[in-house]
């Protein structure tokens, strides 16, 4: 983002700010949030949606710089490397952790903001064998990029494909810069530092619709007891914290979606299809089991670093 539009969009954050309040009651510390498409109109009337910009304005401290020129690592003969398209908001890219499609069904237009899930039992965490994928009390799922290998077994498990690979930045080109992993995975954290001291995060800040809610999730519970609309999210992938509402079915928004896509590369552009979690399947819960160990182990080892990191200073 150039600096003209960087201050134009911080402006803009700043002022929808009012229309939400900042505050969480942390009696109930598990949290999830309601994306309402009845309301959310995509913010047409400005260069970027709210959302996407202010979740770019918050994490550009965590945007990787890649070592060039990014070098293929064994076996692969390929890597992947956005660095020239840090200004792409038309999908999920490692500089882009939310975004906003677009479909027409009938007469309607339909905007749905994307990013994490933020699964109840999320695959990506039981399968990353480095460990470095954790979830907090408030349910915020995020990946520890300074201490990812960059092996995207988070992607291919995650139902949605939702973290994105940078190469050239990561532990691995200290490690074994040929030979493991290729790069650091990045996605939404749901703004957890934000959670946690009791704040919301920016893309409801930021929303002037007022069509993202974060709240405990007992409230948002209640409030979907005596909800007449399609709603999406609540058993997918075995429960996530991240519900959308809709006056249209999803199945027609998914539909809608794949002919939008078809014949095209759908990465960073994820479904709305009806899932089940994969470790249902037993031959996946299996390779959970066996990873367990090995993610522990390194889990530990990179906790003692930080800490005689923390000590040192």
Excluded at 161 to 183: D, E, S
Excluded at 221 to 245: D, F, H, P, Q
């Amino acid at each position: 983002m150039n600096r003209r539009n960087f201050f134009k969009f911080s402006a803009v954050g700043i002022a929808s700010s009012m229309f939400a309040d900042t505050a969480i009651n942390l009696n109930s510390k598990k949290i999830m949030s309601i994306i309402d498409l009845d309301l959310c109109d995509g913010c047409e009337n400005l260069g970027i949606p709210a959302c996407v910009n202010a979740c770019k304005i918050k994490n550009a401290n965590r945007f990787p710089v890649p070592k060039q020129p990014v070098m293929d690592y064994w076996p692969q003969k390929k890597h992947e490397d956005y660095s020239n398209q840090k200004d792409n908001i038309s999908r999920l890219t490692p500089y882009n952790f939310t975004f906003i499609q677009s479909v027409e069904i009938g007469n309607k237009k339909v905007f749905v903001p994307r990013r994490c899930m933020h699964c109840d039992n999320p695959p990506c965490q039981k399968l990353c064998p480095f460990g470095v994928i954790s979830k907090s009390d408030e349910g915020a799922v995020d990946i520890d990029e300074k201490f990812c290998f960059g092996g995207a077994k988070c992607r291919d498990i995650c139902p949605w494909g939702i973290p994105q690979r940078q190469g050239g930045v990561g532990l691995y080109l200290k490690v074994a810069p040929k030979f493991a992993g290729g790069g650091a995975m990045f996605k939404c954290d749901m703004c957890a530092d934000l959670l946690a001291k009791g704040e919301k995060p920016v893309c409801q800040k930021a929303c002037p619709k007022r069509a993202i809610k974060f709240a405990p999730k007992d409230e948002i519970m209640a409030l979907l007891k005596n909800e007449k609309r399609e709603i999406y999210g609540l058993n997918e992938n075995g429960g996530t914290s991240t519900i959308y509402l809709s006056s249209v079915k999803f199945e027609a928004i998914n539909e809608a979606l794949n002919k939008k896509f078809e014949g095209k590369n759908r990465m960073g552009n994820p479904h709305l299809k009806r899932v089940r979690n994969p470790l249902e399947n037993s031959q996946m819960l299996a390779t959970a089991t066996l990873i367990a160990p090995l993610a522990g182990a390194m889990a530990a080892g990179i906790t003692v670093y930080k800490n005689i990191k923390k000590d040192a200073k």
